[in-house]
């Protein structure tokens, strides 16, 4: 279970105290103001909170595609902190996996080509069997030589998400993997996120605005003012399960 105010070891991802100030003097704002939680291995968790919270931020510091103020971030038992520019980079490439909103696919690449395409780039080859199940792990195994206008934009999402976890990454972040779908469609990605998560125990972290996708997750963390305000575990509930009481707690939130 995902725990807030304080870490374990074990933890995929661990954030400790972490602070993050954009910009200086009077215009800086603490969009990050002491964040510390544990995200356990083969666990899923959503972010929510109002606009301005910290939820992207949060997000870019914890896949090191930022550095935090202060505080530090730990990925699979690696302090990421200590690291040269060079070295998060492979550390990105080789242990975190990244779903945006915009699929980010080469529309003259098929599926498996743009499955392997971020290995070609670090001058790798990915065996074909691990693009095929990387593929099939997201129902696409029928789908592997069509290009990204012969599919869905669900089962181009899913694509994506074949890419990033084609190197079987210690934790996917995924910024807000609906926010271009439909209802639909966004279930369907949202069911093969789930299932990646129980079957092959992949560590999540959504930053979502949607209610009834964030009651995919195990746990709904959410922020505010850049601290963690509070955090719904999504159990039987039928109210918690339909999204209907993160989306009252959003409501007040934003109140
Ligand atoms: N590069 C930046 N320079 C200055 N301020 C920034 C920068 N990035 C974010 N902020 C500020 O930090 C705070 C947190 O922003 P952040 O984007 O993390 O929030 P968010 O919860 O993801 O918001 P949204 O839901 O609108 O995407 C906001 O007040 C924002 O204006």
Do not use: W
């Not at 520019?85 to 779903?99: K, L, P, W």
């Amino acid at each position: 279970m995902i725990t807030v105010g304080h870490t374990h070891t074990s933890d995929a991802v661990q954030l400790h105290d972490l602070r993050k100030v954009h910009g200086r003097g009077d215009r800086s704002v603490a969009a990050l103001d002491g964040v510390t939680m544990g995200f356990p291995r083969g666990s899923f968790t959503a972010i929510m909170g109002p606009s301005g919270s910290g939820k992207s931020t949060l997000l870019q510091c914890a896949a090191g595609l930022d550095r935090p103020t202060a505080g530090r971030v730990v990925v699979d038992g690696v302090d990421i902190g200590g690291l040269s520019e060079r070295e998060r980079t492979e550390m990105r490439r080789d242990h975190i996996g990244f779903v945006f909103q915009s699929f980010n696919l080469v529309e003259s690449l098929t599926a498996a080509q743009n499955v392997e395409l971020p290995a070609r780039f670090a001058g790798r080859r990915v065996p074909r069997e691990e693009v095929d199940a990387a593929l099939a792990a997201v129902g696409l195994a029928e789908r592997a030589r069509h290009r990204p206008g012969q599919l869905s934009g669900g089962q181009q999402q899913r694509v994506a998400l074949a890419r990033a976890l084609v190197t079987r990454p210690a934790v996917l972040f995924a910024d807000e993997p609906t926010g271009a779908l439909d209802t639909a469609t966004s279930r369907e990605v949202l069911e093969t996120m789930r299932r990646l998560v129980d079957e092959e125990g992949q560590t999540t972290l959504m930053v979502t605005h949607d209610p009834t996708a964030a009651a995919v997750a195990d746990v709904v963390v959410f922020l505010k003012d850049g601290r963690i305000a509070d955090r719904i575990v999504v159990d039987s509930d039928s109210d918690v399960r339909n999204g209907a009481s993160i989306a009252t707690h959003m409501a007040r939130l934003e109140a």
